[in-house]
């Protein structure tokens, strides 16, 4: 049995069930143990844990996947081959999977999706949906809609959800409707606002020597790939390069990052400037990561996986938060500003210590033209300054004493 999810924190929502379950009831005489990452079964099987992240015992003999929100699960983050190695194996023996999610994005192409849409006539679909004559944006009707969604499910305080989802529908109604309201409806919110970014522009250059922190994100193929490197001291943003394929090309025309030229710019910036952390996004990179890390020290070039989605959906909150005149800067390249225009907010089921629903970016869609990997970086090199302040940077030059006698 394998407990499948994108992030450790969703397969929790059935692992951390399950464990009670054994050890307190009529099962723990014939499983008397449950570990924090597997559970051993008498008849030499096992119970495990599968993310994004541990795909290690993908490809094994299964017999049962329980597959948790898999309408998130793309061809981005990887899950869809995860998906499709599992039924292979389930399908070998005999087994069956399970898929579990709140309503998907339509322009995503996730795993949900695709199970939803399948003309296979051997998957149960259970999806219950309200009237279609009820509109989400009105409150009377968004009640009779939580009414039938949560039917039976006394234990769920609809106050609770209406509230929720009022403040959600202010900046996000595709999201609400999505997640509360159960209907497969297009996710378009702007995860951040653009005219605020745009005011931000400022014409200034980042002293040479300077302390600074980078960002990289980027793919081999199709996406772009970009670096942004920031001021320590003054949170000023420059976007050092970026490699977009060229919206010439046929979609049947071969075209790759040039590797040389993101070696050079990286070389430039580490030359040019006093780099405290450069924070990579490894997936595609990972053998250019290493041999930055090889040149230039592991202490300084991080690998920051920004699938670890509690740790990005942070990150991805304080650069929202500090994108304020007083706090942060850029340097209005163009490139960069369409790439955090693009960025889409896509929900979570995760939340805050204030117990709010933390969110990620995306595109538009899987095969959208619409970049964000520019507004990757510059999270990624925002939360490396950051976390060089916290750690006490810059630090203060001791002022040296003319003697003279």
Same mark, same amino acid.
């Given at each position: 049995i394998q407990i499948t999810a994108f992030s450790e924190e969703q397969t929790d929502n059935i692992y951390?069930?399950?464990?009670?379950?054994?050890?307190k009831g009529p099962l723990s005489h014939i499983?008397?143990? !449950?570990?924090?990452?597997?559970?051993?079964?008498?008849?030499?099987?096992?119970? %495990?844990?599968?993310? @994004?992240? $541990?795909? =290690?015992?993908?490809?094994?003999?299964? !017999?049962?996947?329980?597959?948790?929100?898999?309408?998130?699960?793309?061809?981005?983050?990887g899950m869809v081959k995860v998906a499709h190695t599992q039924r292979r194996g389930l399908s070998g023996m005999g087994g069956r999977s399970e898929e579990t999610t709140n309503a998907w994005d339509p322009g995503e192409q996730? +795993?949900?999706?695709?199970? $939803?849409? =399948?003309?296979?006539?051997?998957?149960?679909?259970?999806?219950?949906?309200?009237?279609?004559?009820?509109? #989400?944006?009105?409150?009377?009707?968004?009640?009779?809609?939580?009414? $039938?969604? #949560?039917?039976?499910s006394h234990w769920v305080d609809l106050d609770g959800i209406e509230a929720e989802a009022a403040e959600i529908l202010e900046e996000d109604p595709g999201e609400a409707e999505r997640f509360y309201g159960n209907r497969v409806v297009a996710g378009e919110?702007?995860?951040?606002?653009?005219?605020?970014?745009? $005011?931000?522009? &400022?014409? @200034?250059?980042?002293?040479?020597?300077?302390?600074?922190?980078?960002?990289?994100?980027? @793919?081999?193929?199709?996406?772009?790939?970009?670096?942004?490197?920031?001021?320590?001291? !003054?949170?000023?943003?420059?976007?050092?390069?970026?490699?977009?394929?060229? &919206?010439?090309? @046929?979609?049947?025309?071969?075209?790759? +990052?040039?590797?040389?030229?993101? %070696?050079?710019? +990286?070389? #430039?910036?580490?030359?040019?400037?006093d780099v405290w952390r450069m924070y990579c996004d490894p997936p595609y990179w990972q053998e250019a990561v290493d041999r930055w890390m090889g040149k230039y020290g592991d202490d300084k070039v991080i690998a920051w996986w920004t699938n670890h989605r509690k740790k990005m959906a942070f990150a991805l909150r304080e650069f929202k938060t500090d994108m304020r005149p007083d706090v942060m800067s850029h340097d209005g390249s163009e490139p960069l500003v369409r790439h955090v225009g693009n960025s889409i907010r896509r929900p979570t089921n995760m939340r805050d210590e204030e117990g709010k629903f933390l969110w990620l970016i995306g595109k538009e869609g899987a095969k959208s033209p619409n970049k964000i990997d520019l507004a990757m970086c510059a999270v990624l090199s925002w939360k490396a300054r950051g976390d060089a302040i916290a750690a006490g940077e810059p630090k203060k030059k001791k002022r040296g004493r003319l003697v003279t006698f």
């Open positions: 951390d069930a399950l464990r009670p379950m054994i050890d499983i008397p143990k !449950t570990g924090e990452e597997f559970i051993r079964l008498p008849n030499g099987g096992r119970i %495990d844990v599968v993310t @994004s992240s $541990a795909k =290690s015992r993908l490809g094994q003999r299964v !017999t049962f996947v329980p597959q948790d929100e898999t309408g998130i699960w793309d061809e981005q983050n996730s +795993v949900a999706q695709r199970t $939803a849409e =399948s003309a296979a006539e051997d998957v149960f679909r259970f999806h219950p949906l309200p009237p279609k004559d009820l509109d #989400y944006l009105v409150k009377a009707d968004r009640a009779e809609i939580h009414r $039938a969604v #949560y039917l039976d919110a702007k995860a951040f606002d653009i005219e605020q970014y745009e $005011a931000l522009a &400022k014409a @200034s250059e980042i002293k040479k020597g300077a302390l600074v922190t980078v960002g990289f994100d980027g @793919s081999l193929y199709n996406d772009a790939t970009g670096l942004v490197v920031t001021d320590v001291e !003054t949170g000023h943003q420059h976007m050092a390069g970026v490699w977009e394929r060229p &919206k010439s090309l @046929s979609p049947d025309t071969e075209w790759m +990052v040039p590797v040389d030229e993101v %070696d050079d710019t +990286v070389d #430039y910036i580490f030359k040019h400037w």
